[in-house]
């Protein structure tokens, strides 16, 4: 098996896995619905990647992340659709339209803001040459959230939403507003457990995570980039819980929730600034 910086050769192997008879049974199996997932999770992994500042992982994710566009685009070729030269073509084609400034003649120089009006224009135009292209639906109503990505994580979407609705006014007025509707909504859960109804708790909690999400934006804080921090954290500490009770011998499952529980909390105050000082035990 030769190696290549070709991305010819990456195609080739996509090819050779999804050709019937010779190729890979699982990669045969695949189809665009089934490898969505993944590709959504790579995105994710390149994110992580970078947050961490990891650039030799950051170079392997995002080989992870091309190979999801040969893949998609070498099921669309196998029906006639379009192929990876294709997707390469288009967005050239995008990017090139949406700076006129650089690959195209211009008197003087643009400011960063002239950049940004440009930019929404020409993405504005090609929605309509989008929507000009797609069939006719009769009655339809032009929403104000119709040009919000569908495909977006539901935090990303959430505060998508949100925002979109503030433009016209329909906005909560301060962050203390929106700390009312979440205690509201957590009532609303404990109502629905007394009830045990399963459908109404996954409606309700759906209305609690969408009045957080409203809270992080309120408050100027990134949901996703805060849940992830708090993953962290998690891990950090139950990490502590394991490696303590191995330590003593032990396994997670002959521990108590109440050893777990002290453990945690012996985690959370090592985590404390050495500066910090429990008031009442100077």
């Known amino acids: 098996m030769t190696h290549s910086r070709d991305i010819s050769r990456l195609l080739e192997i996509m090819a050779s896995l999804r050709t019937p008879g010779s190729g890979c049974p699982w990669d045969l199996e695949q189809d665009f619905a089934t490898i969505a997932p993944y590709t959504i999770e790579e995105a994710y992994e390149v994110a992580d990647?970078?947050?961490?500042?990891?650039?030799d992982d950051l170079r392997d994710e995002l080989g992870d992340l091309l190979l999801q566009v040969v893949f998609h685009a070498r099921m669309a070729e196998e029906q006639n659709a379009f192929d990876f030269g294709d997707v390469v073509e288009a967005i050239s084609r995008k990017m090139i339209r949406r700076h006129p400034h650089v690959f195209a003649d211009q008197d003087g120089r643009l400011t960063p803001s002239d950049v940004k009006g440009a930019w929404e224009r020409i993405k504005a135009e090609e929605k309509v040459e989008r929507a000009a292209r797609r069939p006719a639906v009769e009655n339809s109503h032009k929403s104000l959230l119709s040009d919000l990505k569908a495909g977006q994580p539901a935090l990303a979407r959430a505060m998508a939403l949100q925002r979109k609705a503030s433009t016209v006014g329909?906005?909560?007025?301060?962050?203390?507003?929106?700390?009312?509707?979440?205690r509201e909504e957590a009532d609303e859960i404990e109502a629905a457990l007394e009830r045990g109804d399963a459908s109404?708790?996954?409606s309700?909690?759906?209305d609690l995570l969408f009045a957080v999400v409203n809270m992080a934006r309120h408050v100027g804080v990134d949901p996703e980039m805060a849940l992830r921090g708090t993953n962290a954290k998690f891990e950090r500490r139950f990490g502590y819980i394991e490696r303590a009770l191995a330590s003593r011998g032990r396994s997670l499952s002959s521990a108590s929730l109440e050893e777990m529980d002290s453990l945690w909390n012996e985690a959370k105050a090592e985590e404390r600034p050495a500066s910090y000082v429990i008031p009442g035990r100077e």
């Open 49 to 55: 990647a970078i947050a961490r500042g990891d650039l």
């Open 170 to 182: 329909f906005d909560w007025n301060d962050p203390h507003a929106v700390l009312r509707k979440i």
């Open 200 to 202: 109404e708790l996954e």
């Open 204 to 206: 309700e909690t759906g």
